[in-house]
């Protein structure tokens, strides 16, 4: 299975080990503890394998060097003794060389015999003495050009050993090359002898102390390993039950409490966070309490002052009735009293409505259906305060069906308040810019947009535009007499579908609200099928990105959503 992440496709095993590695601190400790350890084993067991096989190498060249100045002192003893008047060169050569040759056989090393001085074939005349099967190629041609000329000290170089075996295949080894020089009576010309020492034992010695270090290194990376899990599982154990304990006090077991154990610092933090978690649970059992009060007091308020309203509505519609009786000044009283009656009775709802979401008693009735027939219902219904303000509505007929599944009654309650909102703040008789209601669906969602050309809203307004009884201006007179609710109570509305309701203004330039529902109910939003801003303006800060995911639980857009 894979996972498309932005425009990378990773496994679902990867992206698993991703979001472990990003929320397990102790996970990450460890390996950081581990990679450290490792760079610096490494670096140490790099250490010690290079000083051992310098020493290996050392001691072994000592050992070389100082054998064959002994097998080159002898036999410069044994020439020294030979008879002066041998004038066969021959046979003086191969006497000289052939105990060199077996001794090298029977303890390891290989003899090769060059010379006479001077002789520009190299060891081709004098490398026919050689000990069986050794290539003359094991001598580096530097160490040849050492012994030209009067060079006569001993030398030694690092060569690859190469021999032919019986079966036809080639061996190579690395060794030492150590040559010296004697001069050979019968002829007196100087010979060189190379005697090479392989270094098969120095080999086995350094892959012995490699095996030992690298078995030490992963057993110490094991122990520290398992010592950094122990120490960081002491540390995040605790933060991990505050993590929880935390989590299910945010979800409302207010009770639960940290287990503290000891005086540490740990068990400090768990007293603090015990101290701080009762104070919380008092401060919110005090605003619960309160807001109960105040939730029962709307409620009971609204509840008695239906009784006594309906009286003076009674007597109300009674002087409204016989007001053409009166004189023009109380027939004007007639029509005001009825006026009033009618916002008092509405606010009566609305507050009624209110406490309803204060109580959490809200419920929804869902129906599959199509949002531009409410928009026109609302629109036809809004239509004699329109001609009243000299304001024209129009809603745009959109590309294809905008179907949603939501409670009709809500969503038409909030398309209307937003429309009468946008009458209300619209510049009156002015049909030229007229209020635009205009609607899209995606996959995923479904919006309308109610745009407005009228006095707009100021920076910081559009945060401000859904509390409660809170006016731009409030000296300002409402055309279809308001209570100051309607954008609360659409805003619930809204949270109640799992929706969002977004505003956005700038003064004189009118405002825009929209609201964006999820097509299926009870499917979380992601983005919204309209922007934000108008689609008339062009300034390019107003594009407000939707491609965002909401915060989490909190049924609303990020705050770049709701620009102003």
């Given at each position: 299975m894979?996972?498309?992440v ?9 992206r698993?080990a ?7 601190i ?6 950081s503890t581990l990679?450290?350890?490792a760079i610096v084993?490494?670096a140490?067991?790099?250490?010690l ?5 310098d020493?290996?190498?050392?001691h072994?060249?000592d050992?070389?060097v ?16 030979a008879?002066?008047t041998?004038?066969?060169a021959?046979?003086q050569?191969?006497d000289?060389?052939d ?10 090393y290989?003899?090769?015999?060059g ?7 190299g060891?081709?005349d004098?490398?026919?003495?050689r000990?069986?099967?050794l290539?003359?190629?094991?001598v580096?041609?530097?160490l040849e ?6 060079n006569r000290s ?5 060569t690859?050993?190469?021999?032919t075996?019986p079966d ?11 040559g ?14 190379y005697?090479?020492f392989?270094?098969t ?6 892959s ?5 270090l690298l ?5 110490l990376?094991?122990?520290v ?8 599982r002491q ?7 505050a ?6 006090l ?6 639960e409490?940290?287990?503290v154990?000891?005086?540490d610092?740990l068990a400090?933090?768990?007293t603090?966070f015990?101290?701080m ?5 008092r401060q ?5 309490e309160?807001?109960?009060v105040?939730r029962?007091?709307?409620?009971d308020?609204s ?8 009286t003076?509505?009674?007597a ?8 053409r009786?009166?004189?023009?000044a109380t027939a ?12 008092f009775e509405?606010?009566l709802v ?6 309803r979401?204060d109580?959490?008693?809200a419920a929804?009735d869902i129906?599959?259906?199509n ?5 026109h219902?609302v629109?036809?219904a ?5 001609d009243?303000r ?5 809603v ?12 009709p ?5 909030i ?7 946008a009458i209300?703040h ?11 209601v ?7 969602a ?5 745009r407005d050309r009228?006095?707009?809203l100021?920076?910081?307004?559009s945060a401000m535009?859904f509390n409660r009884?809170?006016?731009?201006d ?8 308001g209570?100051g609710l309607?954008l609360?109570?659409s805003?619930?509305?809204a949270h109640?579908?799992g929706?969002?309701l ?6 004189g330039?009118?405002a ?8 299926r109910a009870?499917?979380p ?6 922007p ?17 995911a909401p915060l989490?639980d909190s049924?609303r ?6 620009s102003?």
């Amino acid at each position: 299975m894979v996972i498309r992440v932005g425009r990378i496709a990773l496994p679902t095993g990867l992206r698993r080990a991703l979001t472990f590695w990003r929320r397990s601190i102790q996970a990450r400790v460890v390996v950081s503890t581990l990679l450290l350890s490792a760079i610096v084993i490494s670096a140490v067991g790099w250490f010690l394998l290079q000083q051992t096989r310098d020493g290996l190498l050392r001691h072994r060249v000592d050992v070389v060097v100082g054998e064959v100045e002994a097998e080159v002192a002898a036999t410069r003893d044994r020439l020294s003794t030979a008879s002066g008047t041998e004038v066969n060169a021959s046979q003086q050569r191969a006497d000289l060389i052939d105990p060199i040759i077996e001794a090298g056989d029977s303890r390891g090393y290989g003899v090769v015999l060059g010379g006479p001085e001077g002789n520009d074939t190299g060891l081709a005349d004098g490398g026919a003495h050689r000990t069986s099967g050794l290539e003359l190629s094991s001598v580096p041609a530097r160490l040849e050009r050492h012994f030209d000329g009067v060079n006569r000290s001993t030398a030694w170089t690092y060569t690859e050993i190469v021999r032919t075996l019986p079966d036809g295949t080639t061996e190579t080894k690395p060794g030492i090359v150590v040559g010296s020089q004697v001069q050979l009576p019968a002829d007196g010309q100087h010979y060189t002898i190379y005697f090479l020492f392989p270094l098969t034992e120095e080999e086995e010695t350094l892959s012995l102390v490699t095996r030992a270090l690298l078995t030490a290194a992963g057993l110490l990376l094991v122990l520290v390993a398992g010592i950094t899990w122990l120490v960081t599982r002491q540390v995040v154990t605790p933060v991990r039950m505050a993590r929880r304990v935390a989590e299910r006090l945010a979800s409302g077991h207010l009770q639960e409490r940290l287990r503290v154990t000891g005086e540490d610092d740990l068990a400090r933090l768990a007293t603090s966070f015990n101290q701080m978690a009762s104070n919380l649970q008092r401060q919110i059992r005090q605003l619960e309490e309160l807001s109960w009060v105040q939730r029962r007091f709307v409620s009971d308020v609204s509840h008695e002052l239906r009784t006594p309203l309906t009286t003076v509505r009674m007597a109300g519609d009674v002087l409204h009735d016989a007001r053409r009786d009166f004189d023009p000044a109380t027939a004007r009283a007639a029509e005001l009293l009825q006026a009033e009656l009618d916002r008092f009775e509405t606010l009566l709802v609305d507050l009624l409505e209110i406490s309803r979401f204060d109580a959490g008693a809200a419920a929804l009735d869902i129906e599959d259906i199509n949002l531009l027939d409410v928009a026109h219902r609302v629109v036809d219904a809004a239509r004699p305060l329109a001609d009243q303000r000299g304001v024209l509505v129009v809603v745009e007929q959109p590309d294809q069906p905008v179907r949603a599944q939501v409670d009709p009654r809500r969503v038409e309650r909030i398309l209307r308040n937003l429309v009468t909102n946008a009458i209300d703040h619209a510049y009156p008789d002015d049909l030229d810019r007229p209020i635009v209601v205009r609607m899209a669906a995606d996959d995923q969602a479904a919006a309308v947009t109610v745009r407005d050309r009228g006095v707009g809203l100021a920076p910081g307004e559009s945060a401000m535009v859904f509390n409660r009884f809170w006016r731009s201006d409030p000296a300002r007179a409402r055309s279809s007499g308001g209570t100051g609710l309607g954008l609360a109570i659409s805003l619930e509305d809204a949270h109640l579908h799992g929706g969002w309701l977004q505003a956005w203004g700038r003064p004189g330039e009118g405002a825009q609200f929209r609201l964006t529902l999820p097509r299926r109910a009870g499917t979380p939003l992601r983005r919204s099928p309209l922007p934000l801003a108008p689609l008339d303006e062009e300034d390019p800060e107003l594009t407000v990105p939707d491609d965002e995911a909401p915060l989490p639980d909190s049924g609303r857009e990020p705050s770049r959503g709701v620009s102003s």
